[in-house]
């Protein structure tokens, strides 16, 4: 698997033990969680001083500690992150069919148009054509949020669809989607995965600081993999489909790892 990024590290922190322990952490306590995951303390304080310049992190002092929360906006994306991160959805069904959404936003605005596609591909949306996107059916209420938040609305129209179309849907989804590609991603993380959820199925008892790093890591590389994912129809997936077997493997990993990396976090943080 790919070196993480000490940004990256932090969310995966703030977002899979902070929030659940009201949200802010001390800088030393940090450093601490993070040296656990390789990343020395010089990294850490350059990355934590970027994401508060960016908005992402608000510094917070609580008596002699000083240390760092979540602001309300990142809040958010890891709230709405964590319905795509842990929900294992099922996938689609053809039969319901899509919803279409197609856009032209005026040059001058951009830096809204980029946010729009940012968006809808987080949602799951595949790109069709200039300005044209398609995702199953089911994300038609989130995208409608999506284009109000943005202020777009104007400028976006969306459509509720059934392909009538001389080619294969199948073909479709692959002209919208890197379906190779994502199952390619899949493949690796099973690699990784796998003999980390080995080794723990050989084991009746473990070390809680081992569980919060094999935890952490397995998070952070499956953390991208479900915003790729659009949860398209079982009869449009390539042959040998490897997504099953990744989210399987980690389900796993939360059953087993997460409570002993809840525990070691808890214990750091609750140290003087």
Known sequence: MPVPRSKS??????????????????????????GDLGV???????????????????????????????SDAAATILDEGDLRI?????????????????????????DQRHQLRSRLAWLGFGNLGAGVWLAP???????????????????????????????????????????EGLNQRYAQFIQGALPVVGRWRDQTSGDDRAAFVDYTTILHHWRKLPYLDPGLPQELLPARWQGGTAAGLFSEVLERLEKPARRYVEGVVTRR
Do not use: K
Not at 41 to 70: D, H, K, P, T, W
Not at 158 to 167: C, I, K, N, Q, V
């Open 40 to 70: 020395d303390e010089q990294a850490v304080r350059s990355s934590v001083s970027r994401m508060s310049r960016n908005g992402m992190l608000v510094r917070r002092e609580r008596g002699s500690q000083v240390g760092y929360e979540v």
């Open 86 to 110: 842990f929900a294992g959805g099922m996938p689609a069904r053809l039969e319901d069919g899509w919803v279409v959404a197609t856009f032209s936003v005026p040059e001058a605005d951009r």
């Open 137 to 179: 059916r089911r994300a038609l209420s989130r995208i409608r949020e999506a284009v109000e938040e943005l202020g777009l609305s104007a400028y976006v129209d969306l459509f509720e669809a059934h392909y009538r179309g001389f080619d294969e849907v199948a073909r479709l989804a692959e002209r919208c989607w890197d379906l």
């Open 9 to 34: 590290l932090i969310l995966d922190i703030y977002g899979g033990f902070v929030r659940h322990l009201g949200g802010w952490i001390a800088i030393a306590h940090l450093i601490r969680l993070m």
